[in-house]
């Protein structure tokens, strides 16, 4: 069972950058000798004041040095927001750079504030999406590519690098509703779901995907990655203690950007959103849990968010171990 890690970018504006980029190398070290087999990064734009977030590119570049070895992949990028050439060859390069083992994950973007800031229409973000997947893929898998489309002109251009295996570029597509989920079954090669879905959602979401992929005639041994916010702590209680001001926080941020939160301040309140959807105990709940996931969902991989601003380094470093040594055993 493989086990990859989602690298926490953004910090709360009060903290120290240079003190939050020297967690990251500890962290990413700590799971490459755990054993974990990948780095996910995520993508947001003009968080400030409030939270403070790197720049996705810059960081991918200098994770595939620090995790030599590891795959590497984007959960998401805010494709209709990019330059479908500039990201053709950023993730072309990012490819080489990882021997052959980048995955570019992408998604649509649902935040108003964004959208302004970089001059996109939201209303055009789904036609942007569709032509920018088209244009992506030819320009990796040709050396020659013309392409007119509403948003994508391009009269035989060729990219300056093209991935390590033009053809077998992987391409995920991430997605929380229906038309997200068949969208990534006929332009991607498997589907990324968010963090907080519950079990239920994850099962209907999968075989939403499958079912797409039979009617498109589209290959269907895909990798089905699990997403989960996870800490696995010194005990029950104390794992709950730790995570749960953390993950609030964050829950209750992504309630401001209209994506969903819940009324995580007490302890039953957080169990409740918990169940299903986080894999937060000691190391034989967490071992459980992620047996339950792969026999339920047919799980081929995981990918873990273990940090959250308010987390203490330590706290998040001795969660690490203990998810390598159970993934060990899977």
Same mark, same amino acid.
């Given at each position: ?17 240079? $003190? ?29 004041? *409030? ?16 995790? %030599? ?6 959960? @998401? ?28 994950? @992408? ?68 997605? $929380? ?33 499958? %079912? ?24 029950? %209680? ?68 273990? *940090? ?7 706290? @998040? ?9 159970? *993934? *060990?055993?899977?």
């Amino acid at each position: 069972m493989k086990v990859g890690m989602f690298v926490t970018l953004e910090i709360e504006g009060h903290q120290d950058m240079g $003190t939050h980029l020297r967690e990251i190398r500890e962290q990413v070290s700590t799971a490459r000798d755990a054993g974990f087999d990948s780095l996910w990064l995520p993508q947001h734009f003009v968080t400030g004041p *409030a939270m403070r977030q790197t720049a996705s590119s810059p960081m991918l570049g200098y994770l595939a040095h620090l995790g %030599q070895g590891m795959r590497l992949g984007t959960a @998401v990028l805010l494709l209709p927001m990019l330059n479908p050439v500039l990201l053709a060859e950023e993730a072309a390069t990012l490819d080489h750079l990882a021997d052959g083992g980048f995955v570019l994950g @992408v998604g649509l973007g649902y935040r108003d504030s964004e959208f302004a800031a970089l001059g996109i229409e939201r209303k055009s973000r789904v036609g942007r999406f569709r032509e920018y997947c088209q244009a992506i893929r030819l320009l990796w898998e040709n050396d020659h590519v013309t392409f007119h489309g509403k948003y994508v002109h391009l009269d035989d251009v060729s990219l300056a690098i093209r991935p390590k295996n033009p053809s077998k570029m992987p391409l995920w597509i991430g997605g $929380t509703v229906e038309d997200a989920v068949k969208r990534a079954a006929e332009l991607g090669d498997s589907w990324q779901g968010a963090g907080a879905m519950s079990m239920d959602e994850m099962q209907r979401w999968w075989g939403v995907f499958h %079912q797409a992929r039979v009617d498109y005639g589209k290959p269907l041994d895909y990798d089905r990655q699990v997403s989960r916010e996870c800490f696995c702590g010194p005990s029950m %209680q104390g794992a709950i203690d730790l995570a749960r001001g953390p993950i609030s926080a964050k829950y209750t941020r992504y309630a401001g950007h209209g994506f969903g939160g819940f009324g995580g301040d007490s302890d039953d309140g957080f169990r409740q959103f918990a169940q299903d959807r986080f894999v937060i105990g000691d190391e034989a709940y967490v071992r459980d849990e992620l047996q339950r996931y792969r026999d339920t969902l047919g799980a081929t991989e995981f990918r873990f968010r273990m *940090a959250w601003p308010g987390l203490p380094q330590e706290e @998040v470093v001795a969660s690490i171990k203990r998810l390598g040594r159970i *993934a *060990a055993t899977l």
